[in-house]
Nanobody, 121 residues
């Protein structure tokens, strides 16, 4: 069984910072891409940032320069440092990992349960 678990959400004032963390566990052979997505009320889930096993990153335009995604391949973790937060960043943030695990040995995407981030004064 593979699990992807997020932590670190909460309530923060505009201009503040939060750090989200995510860990993948189970019979994992390799992890290709890890990333963060978010979904605000009444909106579709959208990409926030992704990072490959080689460290190549991709960010949504709305978060460039404010958010930073980092990854520890050995620990199977990915983090999202969010600075200069705005009310429009309020959403449920989901961790995502495309990985190969035993016994399937097939690339599969797994999602975490989500963590709420609220930016409000």
């Amino acid at each position: 069984q593979v699990q992807v678990v997020e932590s670190g959400g909460g309530l923060v004032q505009p201009g503040g910072s939060l750090r989200l963390s995510c860990t993948a566990s189970g019979y994992i052979v390799s992890i290709n891409i890890m990333g963060w997505y978010r979904q605000a009320p009444g909106k579709q889930r959208e990409l926030v940032a992704t990072i490959t096993s080689g460290g190549e990153t991709n960010y949504a335009e709305s978060v460039k320069g404010r958010f930073t995604i980092v990854r520890d391949n050995a620990k199977k973790t990915v983090s999202l440092q969010m600075n200069s937060l705005k009310p429009e960043d309020t959403a449920v943030y989901y961790c995502n990992a495309e990985l190969i695990s035993r016994p399937l040995y097939k690339a599969t995407i797994y999602w975490g349960q989500g963590t709420q981030v609220t930016v409000s004064s």
